[in-house]
């Protein structure tokens, strides 16, 4: 992949080596910051609905896909992301007036928005959602770890449905969890859990 970001092109145009510095950033924060976080705030709502935990059970290899996505919805491990130049705002548009005016994405009340996730204050890992923006970009600002963070989450999704979540608990059951102190990355910075012998 790196090889790749130092000899891609764009327009004629490649990366400087800041600009390859800060992607490389990106790549490996994806590739382990936001994922691990999916994974475990996916795993709690699993662990503390056991609604979930016997859908779980049941979740055919057709319906990973969708729990997947859901997870990225419910957890939304990046909050926000700035971007330059057209934005929208309901039925409003507003142009950029020069290259370095921002606006700021707030990606988790997106993915909260009732008019497009009906289900949106709960997670339901077994109901089928459209895409949500945790992992969702168009054109050049399309996340390039994507394809991998959703085949690590498949795999995580599927092993723990043929576990079924039975012999996993949270200790304590009911105690709130531990969240990382960001308001860029965000997620479970502890998660104590018991297995159970079998």
């Not at 709502?45 to 055919?60: D, K, N, V």
């Not at 459209?130 to 963070?149: D, E, I």
Request: glycine share 4%; hydrophobic share 35%.
């Amino acid at each position: 992949m790196m090889s790749a970001l130092v000899h891609a092109e764009i327009d004629g145009q490649r990366l400087d080596d800041d600009a390859i510095l800060q992607e490389s950033l990106l790549i490996l924060v994806g590739g382990d910051e936001t994922t691990r976080h999916v994974i475990t705030g996916g795993m709690e709502a699993l662990l503390r609905h056991p609604t979930e935990q016997r859908e779980a059970r049941r979740r055919t290899r057709r319906s990973i896909p969708t729990a997947v996505e859901e997870m990225l919805r419910w957890v939304t491990p990046i909050q926000n992301m700035n971007r330059t130049g057209d934005a929208r705002r309901r039925a409003r548009r507003a142009r950029a007036s020069a290259p370095a005016t921002r606006c700021c994405c707030s990606t988790r009340p997106a993915n909260r928005d009732e008019r497009v996730f009906p289900h949106a204050p709960t997670s339901s890992t077994s109901t089928a959602s459209r895409t949500s923006t945790s992992r969702s970009a168009t054109a050049r600002h399309f996340c390039l770890g994507a394809s991998l963070a959703r085949l690590e989450l498949r795999v995580h999704v599927r092993d723990a449905a043929r576990r079924g979540c039975r012999d996993i608990e949270l200790r304590p059951a009911r105690a709130p969890l531990r969240r990382r102190p960001s308001n860029f990355i965000v997620g479970i910075a502890t998660m104590p859990v018991a297995f159970a012998a079998r």
